[in-house]
């Protein structure tokens, strides 16, 4: 089945600091793949996405790049500010199997904390 | 642009009670999700609805029902209550495809005492 695993939290860095969260997947097919961020008291958010191989999504001044090979699709942005304080999730969504439903899968967050 | 919008924020329950968590989508979206999250278990998928007139059991559905009422709404019901229900309870929508990503409301914190 599908799996997406996320580096544990909490991150915590300094503002202006270089940030990469690790994310690595299992698919049976060829997921697209999205970066979620949740603030405090909120749902989640679609942050960015790629939907095949080599593709980069970015948003915000956070990236990140499809990689097949790896089964990889870390984030990373240059310069963290402290508004970025939250938790950010990786999912995948596969095609179904032939007369199966899509349903998403997701890792189970990292939490991220930037101090002034 | 309401997007997905979640009724009650807030929820105090005593064990054995009922209550019924609404969702609304204004995005004429086909998939609605219920999601639950707790501290350290990510997100868990209760039940989903592929379609109109469709609804799935998730990973975590023990203990809840739903009603696909119509395009646009999605219901989450606890018929009995129990503290393990505790949690934020999140729906979301989504066009369906594979492509599509999913839109949260802004989340049920239900508290079951």
């Known amino acids: 089945g599908n799996s997406v695993t996320q580096m544990e939290g909490p991150v915590t860095l300094s503002e202006e600091a270089f940030l990469t969260i690790n994310c690595t997947y299992t698919a049976t097919g060829y997921p697209s793949l999205f970066w979620y961020v949740q603030y405090p008291g909120e749902g989640l958010q679609l942050l960015l996405k790629?939907?095949?191989?080599?593709d980069k999504g970015s948003n915000k001044g956070f990236e990140a790049t499809y990689r097949k090979e790896t089964t990889s699709f870390h984030l990373e942005k240059g310069s963290v500010q402290v508004s970025d304080s939250a938790v950010y999730f990786c999912?995948?969504?596969?095609?179904?199997?032939?007369?199966?439903?899509?349903?998403?899968?997701f890792g189970r967050g990292t939490s991220l904390i930037v101090h002034p | 642009n309401a997007g997905v919008t979640q009724t009650p924020k807030f929820q105090v329950l005593k064990t054995g009670q009922s209550m019924t968590l609404q969702c609304a989508q204004d995005?004429?979206?086909?998939?609605m999700y219920w999601y639950r999250q707790d501290p350290g278990m990510g997100l868990r998928l209760i039940y989903y609805?592929?379609?109109?007139?469709?609804?799935d059991k998730g990973e975590v559905p023990n203990g809840y029902n739903v009603s696909r009422l119509n395009k646009r709404e999605f219901s989450l019901r606890l018929e009995s209550a129990a503290p393990s229900q505790t949690s934020v309870y999140f729906c979301a929508s989504s066009g369906g495809s594979p492509n599509s990503p999913l839109h949260f409301g802004n989340g049920t914190r239900l508290t079951v005492t």
């Open positions: 609805s592929a379609s109109e007139g469709t609804t």
């Open positions: 999912a995948l969504s596969d095609p179904p199997t032939s007369g199966g439903s899509y349903i998403p899968t």
């Open positions: 790629a939907t095949k191989a080599d």
């Open positions: 995005m004429n979206h086909n998939s």
